[in-house]
């Protein structure tokens, strides 16, 4: 079983709808969770920062973190095509960075 | 807010050339930069940490001499491919770490760099 586990998509939605998107992790020590949004041919953006269990909103985008499970979640509401990039969610023990560990990225496609 | 730009962003070689990918923290200075490894429809895979003005700490299975890595300046680090081959075709991407206005870690990527071995 792999560390983290993300469907690779692609997730297909129209303007407006909802998206969720969601990873589950194997390793009990991950404490800090992260949401990257990458275009194509770019590196990743950080979207959403959270430590430990409970959700955290920025705008359109809420992040969730249910350690109990190992499943985190991104929400994004009233999704815009702009929004259409692949989501790395990423996770690590400690905030150094340096064990971060990634999932494979989901497509999310959001047509006009 | 914080750039991190990586040059060139596209390159072309022949099997057997070196290529030197550069990684420029522009309005901050990094101590610490990561350089990873991305196939297509794949995660990112951490190769090595790169620590200004110490030895590189390769992650297991990266060949250190294939894959070398100068962090002269807190500014900049620089991944050299040696003798490539079609195998090392990938995007390469790399990230500065920071200490964000909250007192965490925040880590930006640059834009990453496309290799392309012939």
């Known amino acids: 079983q792999k560390e983290v586990e993300q469907d690779p998509g692609p997730l297909s939605v129209p303007e407006g709808a909802i998206v969720s998107l969601n990873c589950t992790y194997s390793?009990?020590?991950?404490?800090?969770f992260m949401w990257y949004r990458q275009y194509s041919r770019k590196g990743p953006e950080l979207l959403m920062y959270?430590?430990?269990?409970g959700n955290k909103e920025d705008g359109r985008f809420t992040a969730q973190v249910d350690k109990s499970s190992k499943y985190i979640s991104l929400f994004i509401r009233d999704s815009q095509p702009s929004d259409s990039a692949t989501y790395l969610c990423?996770?690590?023990?400690?905030?150094?960075?340096?064990?971060?560990?990634f999932g494979k990225g989901t497509m999310l496609l959001v047509s006009p | 807010g914080a750039v991190v730009s990586q040059h060139p962003s596209w390159v072309i070689c022949k099997s057997g050339t070196s290529v030197k990918i550069e990684c420029r923290s522009l309005d901050f200075q990094a101590t610490t930069m990561f350089w990873y490894r991305q196939f297509p429809k794949q995660s990112l895979m951490l190769m090595a940490t790169?620590?200004?003005?110490?030895?590189?700490?390769?992650e297991q299975g990266v060949e250190k001499d294939k894959f070398l890595i100068n962090h002269a300046s807190l500014t900049l680090s620089t991944l050299t491919v040696t003798s490539a081959h079609p195998e090392d075709s990938s995007f390469y991407i790399c990230?500065?770490?920071?200490?964000?206005?909250?007192?965490?870690?925040?880590?930006?990527f640059g834009a990453g760099s496309r290799l392309t071995v012939l």
């Open positions: 790169s620590n200004e003005g110490s030895k590189a700490t390769y």
């Open positions: 959270t430590y430990s269990s």
């Open positions: 990230s500065a770490r920071r200490t964000g206005s909250s007192g965490a870690n925040v880590l930006t």
């Open positions: 390793n009990s020590a991950f404490q800090y």
């Open positions: 990423a996770m690590s023990e400690g905030s150094g960075y340096s064990t971060l560990t």
